[in-house]
C-alpha cells in the first residue's frame, strides 16, 4: 500500500505563470480531499471529490483555482496566474468514504511562487 | 472566523507529564473530531477521533475529553515522552454531509527529556 502519491514535491513558479499538482489516492478510496498548509492560515480545506463528483468547493478561491478527478486514481489542482501569496504546501487526502472517516493524508506538494 | 480554536499556541511539558490540549467549537452540526499530529517535514497523521455518542475516548496514552454542551474537546497525553514532540491539531467535521476537515491552527508540543 503506497498511501496517498502527491507528484510533484516541490514546485517553483514565477508570479503569473500556471502550476497543476497530481494526487494519486489510496486505491480503493472514494474520497478526495484537498488542503492547503501556510504558518499563517495553518491547515485549509479547498476541495472534496466523493466518487469522482465534485461534492464541495467551498474553500476553492474562485477565480484562479480549479480542481477535477477525471478518474478514480488521479486528482489535479491547477492554479492559473500564480502569485506570491498562493505559496504553501498543497496536501491531498483520501478515504474510504466521505464524511467521519480517517483522511489519509499524502506528502504534499511545496508551492513556491517567486 | 475561526469555526475551531485550539490552545495553547504552544506548550512544554517534561517527560512523564500529562499534556493537555484544549479545542472548543462553535458549529453544532459537527460530529466528529479528530486529533491529528505532525512532526516536522511529514504530514499529518490521525492520532484518534471521537463522536458525541461518547463523552471520553482512550487509545494508549491518549485520551480525548468530550463536552457536547459547553462546545469543547481535549486531548490528554498521559506519561508524554520526548517523541510526542510535534504540532497537534485538532479539527471537527459534519461526517454526513461534506466530509471536509475543519482545523484548529495547532499547538506545538516540545516535551523534554
Known amino acids: 500500500n503506497a498511501g496517498v502519491i502527491q507528484t510533484p514535491r516541490h514546485k517553483v513558479t514565477g508570479k503569473g505563470q500556471e502550476a497543476t499538482l497530481w494526487c494519486e489516492p489510496i486505491s480503493g478510496h472514494s474520497a478526495v480531499f484537498w488542503y492547503r498548509q501556510t504558518i499563517v492560515q495553518g491547515l485549509e480545506f479547498l476541495t472534496y471529490f466523493r466518487n469522482q463528483a465534485p461534492i464541495d468547493d467551498s474553500g476553492m478561491p474562485k477565480e484562479r483555482f480549479s480542481a477535477q478527478m477525471p478518474n478514480q486514481s488521479h486528482s489535479t489542482l491547477k492554479i492559473q496566474s500564480t502569485q506570491p501569496q498562493d505559496s504553501a504546501v498543497y496536501l491531498c487526502?483520501?478515504?474510504?468514504?466521505?464524511?467521519?472517516?480517517?483522511?489519509?493524508f499524502g506528502p504534499g506538494t511545496r508551492l513556491t511562487v517567486l | 472566523q475561526q469555526q475551531v480554536r485550539q490552545s495553547p499556541q504552544s506548550l512544554t511539558v517534561w517527560e512523564g507529564e500529562t499534556a493537555i490540549l484544549n479545542c472548543s467549537y462553535e458549529d453544532s452540526t459537527f460530529d466528529y473530531f479528530p486529533w491529528y499530529h505532525q512532526f516536522p517535514g511529514e504530514s499529518p497523521a490521525l492520532l484518534i477521533a471521537i463522536r458525541p455518542v461518547s463523552n471520553k475516548k482512550e487509545d494508549g496514552r491518549f485520551t480525548i475529553f468530550f463536552n457536547k454542551r459547553e462546545k469543547k474537546f481535549s486531548l490528554h497525553i498521559a506519561d508524554s515522552q520526548p517523541g510526542d514532540s510535534a504540532t497537534y491539531f485538532c479539527a471537527a467535521s459534519d461526517g454526513g454531509n461534506t466530509g471536509k476537515l475543519i482545523f484548529g491552527l495547532g499547538t506545538t508540543l516540545q516535551v523534554q527529556p
Open positions: 487526502a483520501s478515504s474510504l468514504v466521505g464524511g467521519g472517516a480517517e483522511q489519509f
